[in-house]
T-cell receptor, first 113, second 111 residues
C-alpha cells in the first residue's frame, strides 16, 4: 500500500465544534484528495490539492476547508461540525502523471452527535 | 457536473455464479478506472481503460469499455467469497484533476 496515514482513525465530536482531520503521505505525490463516503452515495469529492498551497473545491465542499502547507500533509477542517457530516472520510493521493490512479488511506470514521 | 451512473446498487449471488456491474455516462469519458473496496476497508485500484472498445482481463475479472466510451462493465466469472466487496467505477471530471466515482455495486457472495 502507498504510504498514506490518516489521523485520527475514529472521532466522536459534538455539533458545533471544529474538527481537523489529517492526511500524511510519504510518497511525495503532487495530488491529494479528500472524499467522504456515505451509504448510497459512493465516494464524493470534498476538496483536492494539486500542489503546496494550491487547492480547489469538489462537489460537496460546503462546511469544509483544507490546507496544504507541505507536500506531505493535507488537512481537512470542519469549521462547525453538523450531524450531516457524520461519515467516513478518505484521503487519496496520486502522481502528476495523466490518468494516474488514486491510492487511498485507511479512512477516518467521524461521528457528530 | 459529469455523472457516472452505476447499477445495480446491490447484488447477491451464490458462490460460483457470475456477476456484472455497469457504469453509464451521458457524455464521452476520456478513461474509466475500477476500484474494489472490501468491507471495512478502503478502495483499491483495479484497472484503467482508455481506448474505445477496450477489453482487459485479470484472472476471473473482465473489464470492458464501450465503443462510444460512454459505458463500461466489470464481469466476474464464477464468483468466490473473496470477491465480496463494493466495486466502483470512476472517471475524470472537470479539469481532469478530479475523479468522479459511481455510487458503487455492493457484491455479496453466498457460500
Amino acid at each position: 500500500d502507498a504510504g498514506i496515514t490518516q489521523s485520527p482513525r475514529h472521532k466522536v465530536t459534538e455539533t458545533g465544534t471544529p474538527v481537523t482531520l489529517r492526511c500524511h503521505q510519504t510518497e511525495n505525490h503532487r495530488y491529494m484528495y479528500w472524499y467522504r463516503q456515505d451509504p448510497g452515495h459512493g465516494l464524493r469529492l470534498i476538496h483536492y490539492s494539486y500542489g503546496v498551497k494550491d487547492t480547489d473545491k469538489g462537489e460537496v465542499s460546503d462546511g469544509y476547508s483544507v490546507s496544504r502547507s507541505k507536500t506531505e500533509d493535507f488537512l481537512l477542517t470542519l469549521e462547525s461540525a453538523t450531524s450531516s457530516q457524520t461519515s467516513v472520510y478518505f484521503c487519496a493521493i496520486r502522481t502528476a502523471e495523466m490518468n494516474s490512479p488514486l491510492h487511498f488511506g485507511n479512512g477516518t470514521r467521524l461521528t457528530v452527535t | 457536473g459529469q455523472q457516472v451512473m452505476q447499477i445495480p446498487q446491490y447484488q447477491h449471488v451464490q458462490e460460483g455464479e457470475d456477476f456484472t456491474t455497469y457504469c453509464n455516462s451521458s457524455t464521452t469519458l476520456s478513461n474509466i478506472q475500477w476500484y474494489k473496496q472490501r468491507p471495512g476497508g478502503h478502495p483499491v485500484f483495479l484497472i484503467q481503460l482508455v481506448k474505445s472498445g477496450e477489453v482487459k482481463k485479470q484472472k476471473r475479472l473482465t473489464f470492458q469499455f464501450g465503443e462510444a466510451k460512454k459505458n463500461s462493465s466489470l464481469h466476474i466469472t464464477a464468483t468466490q467469497t473473496t470477491d465480496v466487496g463494493t466495486y466502483f467505477c470512476a472517471s475524470p471530471a472537470g479539469s481532469a484533476r478530479q475523479l468522479t466515482f459511481g455510487s458503487g455495486t455492493q457484491l455479496t457472495v453466498l457460500p
